[in-house]
């Protein structure tokens, strides 16, 4: 037996040569990296770690398993993926051929392909919320319409910029700053921007307390965010009730091409309030979030290879995410100025910038800023009216762009 | 459709516009929607909260004395006592003998006046 050829052999099968000796191994190099200081910002910084933990470790699996060349042992295989959406291929929409060949990665990938994975996170998200505020307030539903602003203007920037258009309709879907949304949007219109993509709206979602008071402060008078705004209406359990099937009937009818994403936040929804599914709401909100997140996040960070993310286009993704995040704030504050204006000054113009959706992240800056100018002000529950309205909103402006590109 | 992958600065415009005012109509019509179905419930809550005075005038029968719900410990009474200072007075007991509340029985609770003491 040849001892030492056997050595040499493993020795260049392993991932440490591969970085050296397999075309473009060293951007592998930089991907890990990367994945490093993404496991960072979740851990220590906090910043979405449920998603950021599990987006990070994908993607350092994905970068130490797949090299150019040597992807005999990856769990995540991108040139799978060309092959099933090229239609010169004869893989084309091929789930077969991808079941023979894939890798563990691959196979959680199919989830978010097939647009299972965000529907039922905006199943959990349904069975989480407290429609309540915007129901007291449908006025609120303005603020949530005029806060998907970023979402076109970051559109046309990415169009301007050089992408396409359904790439630039999913680079703008990052200002209806709603993770499951833009993640649903990107894989039909342009998946191959799903990493980028994905990272940029989860980590401008963490950052919201950081983008959005400045702006807040810029857009509004002291005056305006003293406002004390006076307590909502009590809204009854059958209003809550009739609501999640109203909306559905109504924005699906509309808009066809929201149903998975609205049929099943309000779904989540029904079962929250309906008083029959407790056991339902439960597991909507916990244990299959829960699991549908592990999924989700590991499989999007899988799509981070070094082929795909290492280019200039993911530089200008994540500036057009910042700026479709910044406009969507300032549209939010916008429609609340105006409202404030048209309601005599009974409505905290504040609350406006929870429209951007990130349940319920935003709202509770709107309450902090507007707290630290009125020690008495309490905006939390006003503010989640826009932030809910956002979510809708945000679903309709995807349900648009899927309609026009997809 | 190759206009809309290679999309022009202008159609892209247009896009942006139309996706803009489309959101805009959806969430307008929404919120016309749940203003009439919030309209409806309040004018309905309103009509059961004037119908309950008039059923409250008919004398009702003695209802059947009520048995304690399983697990706990039957009912607290309260003589001159509001319910928020009983409530209070239960939670100091419960903090100054370091006992969880759960595991204290309450059997009533009197406000003794200061011309009783």
């Known amino acids: 037996m040849d001892i030492l050829g056997t050595l040499r052999d493993l020795g260049l099968e392993s991932g440490f040569a591969a970085f050296f000796l397999t075309d473009g191994g060293w951007k592998n190099l930089i991907m890990i990296l990367i994945a490093f200081v993404l496991l960072y910002l979740g851990i220590v910084k906090k910043f979405e770690p449920l998603l950021l933990c599990g987006i990070a470790f994908g993607c350092l699996l994905s970068n130490l398993s797949y090299f150019v060349g040597l992807g005999e042992n990856a769990l995540y295989h991108p040139e799978l993926w060309e092959a099933f959406l090229d239609e010169a291929s004869p893989y084309y929409h091929s789930y077969g051929h991808i079941m023979s060949n894939a890798g563990l990665l691959d196979f959680f990938y199919i989830g978010v392909k097939a647009g299972i994975y965000p529907s039922l996170i905006f199943m959990g998200v349904g069975a989480m919320t407290d429609f309540g505020p915007l129901l007291a307030n449908p006025k609120s539903l303005l603020m949530g319409a005029s806060a998907q602003l970023g979402v076109f203007v970051a559109f046309f920037g990415a169009v301007l910029l050089g992408f396409t258009g359904p790439e630039a309709a999913s680079i703008g879907i990052i200002g209806g700053a709603d993770g499951p949304t833009a993640i649903y949007l990107t894989t039909k219109l342009a998946p191959h921007l799903l990493g980028p993509i994905a990272i940029a709206a989860y980590s401008y979602m963490a950052l919201i307390p950081l983008i959005q008071p400045p702006i807040m402060k810029l857009f509004t008078t002291e005056k305006m965010r003293k406002v004390k705004m006076e307590q909502a209406r009590e809204v009854s359990k059958t209003e809550k009730i009739v609501f999640p099937i109203v909306v559905s009937t109504f924005v699906i009818l509309l808009l066809p091409s929201t149903a998975p994403l609205v049929g099943c936040l309000m779904l989540g929804n029904l079962f929250r309030e309906c008083g029959v599914t407790d056991r339902l709401s439960d597991t909507a909100q916990n244990a299959l979030m829960n699991i549908v997140t592990i999924f989700l996040a590991t499989s999007v960070g899988a799509t981070m290879v070094a082929q795909n993310f290492l280019n200039v286009s993911t530089i200008k993704i994540i500036f057009l995410g910042l700026c479709s995040f910044a406009i969507s704030t300032v549209g939010g504050l916008l429609g609340g100025v105006v409202m404030y204006k048209t309601s005599g000054g009974r409505i905290n113009p504040l609350i406006g910038s929870a429209g951007v959706s990130a349940v319920p992240m935003a709202a509770r800056v709107s309450q902090d800023v507007g707290r630290k100018y009125n020690k008495t002000n309490f905006l939390l529950m006003h503010a989640m009216g826009p932030n809910v309205a956002g979510v809708i909103g945000s679903a309709i402006a995807a349900g648009f762009l899927l309609s026009v590109f997809g | ?117």
Do not use: H, Q, W
């Open chain 2, 1 to 117: 459709m190759d206009d809309l992958v290679n999309i022009s600065i202008a159609n892209a415009g247009i896009t942006a516009l139309l996706g803009y005012v489309v959101v805009f109509i959806g969430l307008i019509l929404l919120m016309a929607v749940m203003m009439i179905m919030g309209a409806i419930m309040v004018s309905r809550a309103k009509k059961a909260a004037a119908a309950a005075p008039a059923a409250a005038a008919v004398p009702a029968a003695p209802a059947a004395p009520k048995a304690p719900a399983p697990g706990t410990a039957g009912e607290l009474k309260l003589y001159d006592t509001d319910p928020r200072d009983a409530a209070m007075v239960m939670a100091i007991v419960a903090d100054t003998l370091g006992k969880p509340l759960n595991e204290l029985r309450f059997k009533s609770i009197k406000e003794v006046k200061e011309d009783e003491i």
